[in-house]
């Protein structure tokens, strides 16, 4: 985009020059006839520097609006003010193949799974942050880590994929279940790009093949997130489809 910009931009250089030109007129400029074409030339120049000019700032704009979704402020932590984060420590961890989180949802939206159920803490992962929390951020009276939100948004997308019915189900949450899906396909797609996992994947391919595993990588300490959380939870409610926070899952937040 810059490269393009300065591009664009050239002719007022050449224009100027020209304008100069013509203040004080090179020897091979002194003929009336060249004075005309002089006259020619700035008219040239200057509409060549407008249509530029022009073209510069649609294709600025252009190039902003193509470039809006996805993308974040640039700058670094130090400099711009970001939402505040829960400090965890690095481990090591390691990707399994086949895990019991492959298996099939129940075909009853309102049917809970204890082994997805393990992910999320009590209170969903909602709870009331203390001051040294906030005191960067928006004020709010309760907050959820990401991580929580986007675990949400993978189950409610697995369970809508293999549902066969139409109407709104527990783990929809009492939402909309085609604007849930389509926030949450969003959603995890901006998760996934802004932390970026740069771990290096070897790219071994084999017949069923499991690309990821079968090696430690850095993870996040998040069983203690989990109990953090948990600890100062904003209410009750338990696993994913949030048993104990009000009908069909429905949570009231302040
Ligand atoms: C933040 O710092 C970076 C690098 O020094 C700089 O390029 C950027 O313009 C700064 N952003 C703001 C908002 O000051
Ligand atoms: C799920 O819904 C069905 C039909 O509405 C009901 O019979 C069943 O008891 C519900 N299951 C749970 C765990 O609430
Ligand atoms: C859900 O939202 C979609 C898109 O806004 C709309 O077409 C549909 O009627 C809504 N469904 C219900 C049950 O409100
Ligand atoms: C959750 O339920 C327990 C047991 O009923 C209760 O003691 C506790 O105060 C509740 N916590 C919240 C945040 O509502």
């Known amino acids: 985009m810059l490269t393009a910009k300065a591009q664009e931009y050239k002719p007022l250089s050449n224009a100027k020059e020209d304008l100069d030109g013509e203040e004080e007129p090179q020897p091979h400029l002194r003929k009336p006839l060249n004075r005309q074409l002089t006259v020619a030339h700035i008219i040239f120049f200057v509409f060549s520097f407008i249509t530029a000019f022009i073209t510069g700032v649609l294709f600025t704009i252009y190039i902003s609006n193509a470039t809006t979704t996805h993308s974040y402020e640039s700058g670094t932590p130090e400099n711009i003010s970001i939402a505040p984060h829960l400090p965890l420590r690095q481990i090591a961890g390691e990707f399994t193949y086949q895990s019991p989180f492959s298996k099939e949802p129940p075909l009853e939206g309102n049917v809970s799974e204890p082994t997805w159920d393990t992910l999320i803490p009590n209170g969903l992962g909602y709870f009331i942050p203390s001051t040294a929390d906030t ?81 430690a990588r850095r993870c996040w300490d998040f069983e203690y997130l989990k109990s953090v959380v948990e600890s100062r939870r904003a209410f009750n409610a338990s696993g994913f489809l949030a048993w104990g926070a009000g009908t069909e899952g429905k949570v009231e937040l302040g």
């Open 135 to 215: 005191s960067r951020s928006k004020s709010s009276s309760v907050v959820i880590p990401s991580a929580f939100h986007q675990l949400h948004c993978l189950y409610l997308l697995r369970r809508a994929y293999y549902t066969t019915t139409p109407e709104l189900q527990r783990f929809d949450f009492g939402r909309n279940r085609s604007v849930h899906v389509a926030h949450c396909f969003d959603y995890l797609a901006q998760a996934i790009t802004c932390s970026a996992d740069s771990t290096l994947e070897p790219a071994v391919d084999k017949e069923h093949g499991f690309l990821g595993g079968g090696f």
